[in-house]
């Protein structure tokens, strides 16, 4: 039995001594293998008496379970020292920097997200978008919303035109989104509702004017639209669009040629934080948008009895409560492209706006 | 419209203070822009120089001793030549803030002597340009009193915005009438006595054109004396920032402001034969009374005597025969201008006077006597002289317009609940006459309210006087039902491209519409370039006919200012012609230097590649596949437009006619052209040509059907000339067992010289997913045959050994 005892002992030293798997599988082999030293044992029990088997068998075969034991609790400590040693060795320095995910990086420009305000807004209100072109018959832009040829409120409006053509008649460039009123009223039968975001153009060029610019119409024509909805319609809006919970506006006497009884309104706010506008609070007065009944002449002019139908309009400039809203100083900016400016004021291009999820986060 | 307060006190007779006259103009219509309180003049007091010393180190200057009424006299170096001992002016203490000089004063020293305070001129107090000397006041001025107040400088003056409909309101006495509708005190008496004239006019009057002139009128007035104007009249107009000329300019000046009946007086002495009134002749000219000369035509309306033309017709008088000190006989001119022709002619012109504002907006036809007899009164007052008879030529009278008005009108329009009577008193206050009583009446207009036409204006006068902050809002009720969809495709489409661009790492950019017309005609193609009559700058005078131009313009903009890795889109329209039609939305977009979709410049992990056709590609496909396009079944065409690189460029097609857009990178030449530098890529969609989708009857999608069997990948690497495109490959391959075939993807493209000349090396991945059962080995072998077949047939390509 000493023997076995020695044996046991050598073969154990070895596993422990064994440093890798390698090392560790000629060890078994050397042990267990064919012709390994506890096989060789395990042989030389066939040549004995029953009684000496009775007892060296459990001797032998416990011998090859503890190695067995052994080998493989050895087996299981070098590969968590294996892995431990990879692991290390495949450490790397998290703090470098990874590049921005381009949904982040990219933006989309303060216009069309206001557009999108606006059309989340008027949308829940039971209006549609509709759009027509930039360029103009002087028709459109000018005769059928009641500017008389040769008014001088036609001069008021900066117009680009056309190189004449053949037959002398020149287009224009569309000095407001008013045209689409008529080309609304031409395609489709009252109850109209409808918002036309749309490009304007005058010559005129500053701080807060530039040659293009962007308009928000409104037309609403029924058989009993008035002035009182209109001012529920504008006041509902600018709330919504501004996002404050209140709003004191003021609508007061103006004049269009193309509305009648017509009206602008300004809305209170405080100005004195420079570059900074609140509304709903202050002293302030900003005028913000013109509007009014639809003129007669302008329901005639798009097919419409004025006896039996009516309605009211507005206008206003989707940069300027752009920039009201969100506190850019120069209009000029906004069709610059510079990317410093669309990186700041611009928006992340998975920020939608919507009225269950709030209009800005 | 500027006037001052105590103006129109001389109409309006009211207790009413300065705020709240200005909220109820506003409110009414009359919108009030500035107010000015003159509190700036406060500070200034009447001071008198008790003597004047020359400053020791200084020729030009005076020590002055200034009492200013305190009995403690101060010290004040002053340079003006008629500062002298008993001098009464106008001083301003340490710590004044003078306008005319934009500073505060405080204690200084002068060439080594202290002063205290400062003897203004009037330009310096902002009254007048007059700057030769210190202001000069009688002697009897009192010391120490405020000097706006003694010399009635404190008149506050409004000015309104008046709109273009409100002729009327040109006039200090139209705007009291509507502040008196308004409840804000009484109109004063405004009739003006004719007077009674020796003698016919001895000039007579001829109206040859009388489309343009509706009437005429002229008296002489002879004997006069042409001094300077009475000082309240100056302060008047001062006040209102006109200039003070001489009494009969100042009065026809005056009257305009007042009554908004624009005058001319001709000084008879220079005046030959009659009066004609025509419309000019070709080539013909006049020295104007602001010093230039121009040319006028059968467009313009003149008045011409003897010596040819006298004055542009309600625009602006001659220099010939214009007023002045030594005028003695005087012709008042008060007439009647056809408003449109005023207009143009003052536009074509470019002259912009008092007369050309309130003619081209209509001035009151049956004030034109009035007028005429008002200016008479002031010449005599002012300047004596014997008045002739009047002459009125060509005048018919004023038959008033007449509207049908429903009362109730007024709340269907508006909806305000106005008493039918308190209707008709508003109407009635402000000149209009209704005509008996009931539910509809007849209303006659006002000769001075030309813009009143129907009864919507009417509802307009009555809302803006009974009050719009009377209007309560009402809930518009907008539908009894959930919205539906609100957008069109069009605007879906637009929307949709502009958030996969965003998030494609690019950013919106919004540029002109007008472009230079050179990079225009670039961009045109076969279209027409549409080019402005009248730009606001040259490299602003085209339209647009791509998008390109202007994001190549704004992409260079930016690496001029350092960031030459940029990437920008834009979603607008795109002009191909003046029509509605030609007017095409499009997305477009650039990326400049390495701002690929991963991220740009360099990086610790390695650099990112410069942009390249193939991410233009990618860029153009996310537009159409956000779009909703049919992408599987476009085909890319290589080549497009003339500004990309023929051999690096792409157009993307549905079927042989649709043209959904076009990609690649720029052409060096059109870099060379634009003055730009690259490496420059760029895409155009056209959205509005991928076809709307099919309507569709449910929401439900196709039934999926999973293959319960394992799907499996097989390479092929084939040679094949160097032209043979790889789409066509893939599709060749894709076409041997449509069934089976689920996907082809392309892995390694090789060329090199062991292919052979011109030859390249295409490696495909082909998945295969089986459907109906599993596939055995000598499944897969044929499956691989056909595909060896169908590409060799197909692209000639063979299996690389």
């Given at each position: 039995?000493?023997?076995?005892?020695?044996?046991?002992?050598?073969?154990?030293?070895?596993?422990?001594?064994?440093?890798?798997?390698?090392?560790?599988?000629?060890?078994?082999?050397?042990?267990?293998?064919?012709?390994?030293?506890?096989?060789?044992?395990?042989?030389?029990?066939?040549?004995?008496?029953?009684?000496?088997?009775?007892?060296?068998?459990?001797?032998?075969?416990?011998?090859?379970?503890?190695?067995?034991?052994?080998?493989?609790?050895?087996?299981?400590?070098?590969?968590?020292?294996?892995?431990?040693?990879?692991?290390?060795?495949?450490?790397?320095?998290?703090?470098?920097?990874?590049?921005?995910?381009?949904?982040?990086?990219?933006?989309?420009?303060?216009?069309?997200?206001?557009?999108?305000?606006?059309?989340?807004?008027?949308?829940?209100?039971?209006?549609?978008?509709?759009?027509?072109?930039?360029?103009?018959?002087?028709?459109?832009?000018?005769?059928?919303?009641?500017?008389?040829?040769?008014?001088?409120?036609?001069?008021?409006?900066?117009?680009?035109?056309?190189?004449?053509?053949?037959?002398?008649?020149?287009?224009?460039?569309?000095?407001?989104?008013?045209?689409?009123?008529?080309?609304?009223?031409?395609?489709?039968?009252?109850?109209?509702?409808?918002?036309?975001?749309?490009?304007?153009?005058?010559?005129?060029?500053?701080?807060?004017?530039?040659?293009?610019?962007?308009?928000?119409?409104?037309?609403?024509?029924?058989?009993?639209?008035?002035?009182?909805?209109?001012?529920?319609?504008?006041?509902?809006?600018?709330?919504?669009?501004?996002?404050?919970?209140?709003?004191?506006?003021?609508?007061?006497?103006?004049?269009?040629?193309?509305?009648?009884?017509?009206?602008?309104?300004?809305?209170?706010?405080?100005?004195?934080?420079?570059?900074?506008?609140?509304?709903?609070?202050?002293?302030?007065?900003?005028?913000?948008?013109?509007?009014?009944?639809?003129?007669?002449?302008?329901?005639?002019?798009?097919?419409?009895?004025?006896?039996?139908?009516?309605?009211?309009?507005?206008?206003?400039?989707?940069?300027?409560?752009?920039?009201?809203?969100?506190?850019?100083?120069?209009?000029?900016?906004?069709?610059?492209?510079?990317?410093?400016?669309?990186?700041?004021?611009?928006?992340?291009?998975?920020?939608?706006?919507?009225?269950?999820?709030?209009?800005?986060? | 419209m500027k006037f001052t307060l105590s103006w129109l006190k001389d109409h309006l007779d009211t207790?009413a203070t300065l705020?709240?006259i200005v909220?109820k103009l506003?409110?009414?219509?009359l919108?009030v822009e500035s107010v000015d309180d003159k509190?700036?003049?406060?500070?200034?007091?009447?001071?008198?120089?008790?003597?004047?010393?020359?400053?020791?180190?200084?020729?030009?200057?005076?020590?002055?001793?200034?009492?200013?009424?305190?009995?403690?006299?101060?010290?004040?170096?002053?340079?003006?030549?008629?500062?002298?001992?008993?001098?009464?002016?106008?001083?301003?203490?340490?710590?004044?803030?003078?306008?005319?000089?934009?500073?505060?004063?405080?204690?200084?020293?002068?060439?080594?002597?202290?002063?205290?305070?400062?003897?203004?001129?009037?330009?310096?107090?902002?009254l007048?340009?007059?700057?030769?000397?210190?202001?000069?006041?009688?002697?009897?001025?009192?010391?120490?009193?405020?000097?706006a107040e003694?010399a009635k400088l404190d008149d506050p003056v409004i000015e309104i915005?008046l709109?273009?409909?409100?002729?009327d309101c040109t006039s200090v006495y139209g705007i009291a009438r509507d502040l008196a509708?308004?409840?804000l005190g009484t109109l004063k008496e405004g009739?003006?006595?004719?007077?009674?004239?020796?003698?016919?006019?001895?000039?007579?009057?001829?109206?040859?054109?009388?489309?343009?002139?509706?009437?005429?009128?002229?008296?002489?007035?002879?004997?006069?004396?042409?001094?300077?104007s009475p000082k309240w009249m100056q302060q008047r107009l001062m006040a209102i920032g006109l200039?003070p000329?001489?009494?009969?300019?100042d009065i026809t000046n005056y009257v305009t402001f007042d009554r908004g009946r624009?005058?001319?007086?001709?000084?008879?002495?220079?005046?030959?034969?009659?009066?004609?009134?025509?419309?000019?002749?070709?080539?013909?000219?006049?020295?104007?009374?602001?010093?230039?000369?121009?040319?006028?035509?059968?467009?313009?309306?003149?008045?011409?005597?003897?010596?040819?033309?006298?004055?542009?017709?309600?625009?602006?008088?001659?220099?010939?025969?214009?007023?002045?000190?030594?005028?003695?006989?005087?012709?008042?001119?008060?007439?009647?201008?056809?408003?449109?022709?005023?207009?143009?002619?003052?536009?074509?012109?470019?002259?912009?006077?008092d007369?050309?504002?309130r003619?081209?907006?209509?001035?009151?036809?049956?004030?034109?006597?009035?007028g005429?007899?008002l200016a008479?009164?002031l010449?005599?007052?002012?300047?004596?002289?014997?008045?002739?008879?009047?002459?009125?030529?060509?005048?018919?009278?004023?038959?008033?317009?007449?509207?049908?008005?429903?009362?109730?009108?007024?709340?269907?329009?508006?909806?305000?609940?106005?008493?039918?009577?308190?209707?008709?008193?508003?109407?009635?206050?402000?000149?209009?006459?209704?005509?008996?009583?009931?539910?509809?009446?007849?209303?006659?207009?006002?000769?001075?309210?030309?813009?009143?036409?129907?009864?919507?204006?009417?509802?307009?006068?009555?809302?803006?006087?009974?009050?719009?902050?009377?209007?309560?809002?009402?809930?518009?009720?907008?539908?009894?039902?959930?919205?539906?969809?609100?957008?069109?495709?069009?605007?879906?489409?637009?929307?949709?491209?502009?958030?996969?661009?965003?998030?494609?790492?690019?950013?919106?950019?919004?540029?002109?519409?007008?472009?230079?017309?050179?990079?225009?005609?670039?961009?045109?193609?076969?279209?027409?370039?549409?080019?402005?009559?009248?730009?606001?700058?040259?490299?602003?005078?085209?339209?647009?006919?791509?998008?390109?131009?202007?994001?190549?313009?704004?992409?260079?903009?930016?690496?001029?200012?350092?960031?030459?890795?940029?990437?920008?889109?834009?979603?607008?329209?795109?002009?191909?012609?003046?029509?509605?039609?030609?007017?095409?939305?499009?997305?477009?977009?650039?990326?400049?230097?390495?701002?690929?979709?991963?991220?740009?410049?360099?990086?610790?992990?390695?650099?990112?590649?410069?942009?390249?056709?193939?991410?233009?590609?990618?860029?153009?496909?996310?537009?159409?596949?956000?779009?909703?396009?049919?992408?599987?079944?476009?085909?890319?065409?290589?080549?497009?437009?003339?500004?990309?690189?023929?051999?690096?460029?792409?157009?993307?097609?549905?079927?042989?006619?649709?043209?959904?857009?076009?990609?690649?990178?720029?052409?060096?030449?059109?870099?060379?052209?634009?003055?730009?530098?690259?490496?420059?890529?760029?895409?155009?969609?056209?959205?509005?040509?991928?076809?709307?989708?099919?309507?569709?009857?449910?929401?439900?999608?196709?039934?999926?059907?999973?293959?319960?069997?394992?799907?499996?990948?097989?390479?092929?690497?084939?040679?094949?000339?160097?032209?043979?495109?790889?789409?066509?490959?893939?599709?060749?391959?894709?076409?041997?067992?449509?069934?089976?075939?689920?996907?082809?993807?392309?892995?390694?493209?090789?060329?090199?010289?062991?292919?052979?000349?011109?030859?390249?090396?295409?490696?495909?991945?082909?998945?295969?997913?089986?459907?109906?059962?599993?596939?055995?080995?000598?499944?897969?072998?044929?499956?691989?045959?056909?595909?060896?077949?169908?590409?060799?047939?197909?692209?000639?390509?063979?299996?690389?050994?």
């Amino acid at each position: 039995m000493d023997d076995l005892d020695q044996l046991e002992k050598t073969i154990l030293d070895e596993i422990a001594g064994a440093g890798d798997e390698q090392a560790l599988e000629a060890v078994r082999v050397s042990a267990l293998g064919k012709k390994g030293t506890i096989s060789e044992k395990l042989k030389t029990l066939g040549g004995m008496s029953p009684e000496e088997r009775q007892v060296m068998g459990p001797a032998i075969n416990g011998l090859k379970n503890r190695v067995n034991e052994a080998l493989s609790s050895r087996r299981a400590d070098l590969r968590d020292a294996a892995i431990a040693q990879r692991l290390e060795q495949e450490k790397v320095d998290v703090t470098l920097p990874v590049p921005a995910s381009p949904a982040e990086r990219g933006r989309i420009h303060p216009i069309s997200q206001v557009v999108d305000e606006i059309a989340a807004i008027f949308g829940d209100l039971g209006f549609s978008i509709a759009e027509g072109p930039d360029i103009e018959t002087d028709y459109y832009n000018f005769t059928a919303l009641n500017f008389p040829e040769g008014h001088p409120a036609r001069e008021m409006h900066d117009t680009f035109f056309f190189r004449p053509d053949e037959k002398g008649e020149r287009k224009l460039l569309r000095t407001h989104t008013s045209p689409v009123q008529i080309r609304t009223m031409e395609a489709q039968k009252p109850p109209i509702r409808i918002v036309i975001p749309g490009k304007t153009y005058r010559a005129d060029s500053d701080a807060t004017h530039t040659p293009m610019f962007h308009q928000l119409e409104g037309l609403v024509i029924d058989k009993t639209a008035n002035v009182a909805n209109m001012k529920w319609v504008l006041t509902e809006f600018c709330k919504a669009y501004f996002e404050v919970p209140s709003l004191n506006m003021r609508f007061r006497p103006s004049f269009f040629p193309f509305t009648e009884p017509s009206l602008e309104v300004d809305i209170q706010c405080d100005r004195s934080n420079p570059g900074e506008v609140r509304f709903g609070e202050g002293d302030d007065w900003m005028e913000i948008l013109g509007c009014g009944m639809v003129h007669p002449n302008v329901l005639r002019h798009g097919g419409l009895d004025p006896d039996e139908y009516q309605g009211f309009a507005w206008g206003m400039g989707i940069d300027r409560i752009a920039m009201l809203k969100y506190g850019m100083p120069d209009l000029r900016a906004f069709f610059d492209a510079d990317v410093r400016w669309l990186d700041h004021y611009g928006f992340r291009p998975l920020d939608m706006p919507t009225l269950f999820g709030g209009l800005s986060s | 419209m500027k006037f001052t307060l105590s103006w129109l006190k001389d109409h309006l007779d009211t207790q009413a203070t300065l705020d709240e006259i200005v909220e109820k103009l506003t409110m009414i219509g009359l919108e009030v822009e500035s107010v000015d309180d003159k509190s700036a003049l406060k500070p200034f007091v009447i001071a008198k120089v008790l003597s004047a010393e020359k400053h020791p180190d200084a020729d030009r200057l005076k020590v002055l001793s200034v009492d200013q009424g305190d009995g403690k006299p101060v010290q004040v170096i002053c340079g003006a030549p008629n500062a002298r001992t008993g001098l009464v002016g106008a001083f301003a203490a340490p710590g004044t803030y003078v306008p005319g000089i934009d500073t505060t004063l405080s204690v200084g020293k002068i060439r080594g002597v202290e002063s205290h305070g400062m003897m203004c001129s009037e330009r310096e107090l902002q009254l007048s340009d007059e700057h030769t000397g210190i202001i000069d006041l009688p002697e009897d001025a009192p010391v120490g009193a405020s000097f706006a107040e003694w010399a009635k400088l404190d008149d506050p003056v409004i000015e309104i915005g008046l709109t273009p409909n409100r002729p009327d309101c040109t006039s200090v006495y139209g705007i009291a009438r509507d502040l008196a509708a308004a409840g804000l005190g009484t109109l004063k008496e405004g009739a003006i006595e004719p007077v009674a004239g020796q003698d016919a006019c001895p000039v007579d009057v001829k109206i040859e054109a009388p489309e343009l002139c509706p009437g005429f009128a002229l008296r002489q007035v002879s004997g006069v004396k042409n001094g300077a104007s009475p000082k309240w009249m100056q302060q008047r107009l001062m006040a209102i920032g006109l200039r003070p000329i001489n009494a009969l300019v100042d009065i026809t000046n005056y009257v305009t402001f007042d009554r908004g009946r624009p005058l001319h007086v001709f000084d008879a002495a220079k005046v030959k034969g009659d009066l004609v009134i025509r419309r000019g002749k070709e080539g013909e000219k006049l020295l104007a009374l602001d010093g230039r000369e121009y040319e006028l035509g059968p467009d313009n309306c003149v008045i011409a005597d003897e010596n040819g033309v006298e004055s542009i017709a309600g625009v602006m008088g001659g220099e010939h025969s214009g007023c002045d000190e030594n005028t003695t006989d005087v012709l008042i001119e008060s007439a009647l201008w056809e408003p449109y022709n005023i207009a143009r002619t003052g536009r074509d012109l470019g002259i912009i006077t008092d007369a050309r504002y309130r003619f081209e907006r209509g001035v009151d036809p049956e004030f034109m006597v009035p007028g005429l007899e008002l200016a008479t009164h002031l010449v005599q007052e002012n300047c004596g002289g014997v008045a002739s008879e009047r002459r009125v030529v060509g005048y018919e009278g004023h038959t008033p317009k007449r509207v049908t008005f429903p009362t109730q009108e007024v709340e269907r329009l508006t909806g305000l609940d106005v008493p039918g009577e308190e209707s008709l008193s508003i109407l009635s206050r402000l000149g209009f006459e209704p005509q008996g009583s009931g539910e509809t009446v007849e209303v006659a207009v006002p000769s001075w309210r030309p813009d009143v036409d129907g009864k919507a204006d009417l509802v307009e006068e009555v809302m803006r006087i009974h009050g719009v902050n009377r209007i309560e809002p009402q809930v518009m009720v907008s539908k009894d039902t959930v919205s539906t969809r609100v957008l069109t495709t069009g605007q879906i489409r637009t929307r949709a491209a502009k958030r996969a661009l965003g998030v494609r790492g690019m950013m919106e950019a919004v540029t002109w519409s007008f472009v230079p017309e050179t990079h225009a005609k670039l961009f045109a193609g076969d279209h027409p370039v549409q080019i402005l009559a009248n730009p606001i700058a040259s490299d602003m005078s085209a339209m647009r006919p791509s998008l390109l131009p202007g994001l190549v313009a704004a992409a260079q903009r930016n690496a001029d200012r350092g960031f030459a890795d940029v990437a920008l889109f834009e979603v607008g329209a795109a002009y191909e012609g003046d029509r509605p039609e030609n007017q095409r939305q499009t997305a477009g977009g650039v990326r400049r230097g390495t701002a690929r979709l991963e991220g740009a410049g360099r990086n610790w992990s390695g650099n990112v590649a410069p942009v390249d056709v193939f991410v233009a590609k990618a860029d153009a496909l996310a537009v159409l596949e956000a779009c909703g396009a049919p992408v599987d079944k476009v085909q890319i065409e290589a080549g497009g437009p003339d500004w990309y690189h023929p051999g690096r460029s792409g157009t993307i097609k549905l079927g042989p006619k649709i043209v959904l857009g076009t990609f690649g990178e720029f052409h060096p030449r059109m870099l060379e052209a634009l003055d730009v530098s690259g490496p420059l890529c760029g895409f155009e969609i056209f959205i509005d040509a991928i076809p709307e989708p099919k309507a569709r009857a449910t929401r439900t999608k196709p039934r999926l059907d999973i293959s319960p069997f394992q799907a499996v990948k097989r390479d092929f690497a084939f040679v094949v000339d160097r032209e043979v495109e790889a789409a066509r490959l893939t599709r060749a391959a894709a076409a041997a067992d449509k069934k089976l075939i689920r996907d082809v993807g392309v892995f390694d493209v090789f060329e090199g010289a062991s292919l052979g000349e011109d030859k390249k090396s295409v490696a495909i991945e082909v998945t295969i997913q089986p459907v109906e059962k599993t596939l055995t080995e000598e499944d897969f072998e044929a499956l691989a045959d056909r595909i060896v077949q169908n590409v060799g047939k197909q692209t000639g390509g063979v299996l690389r050994g």
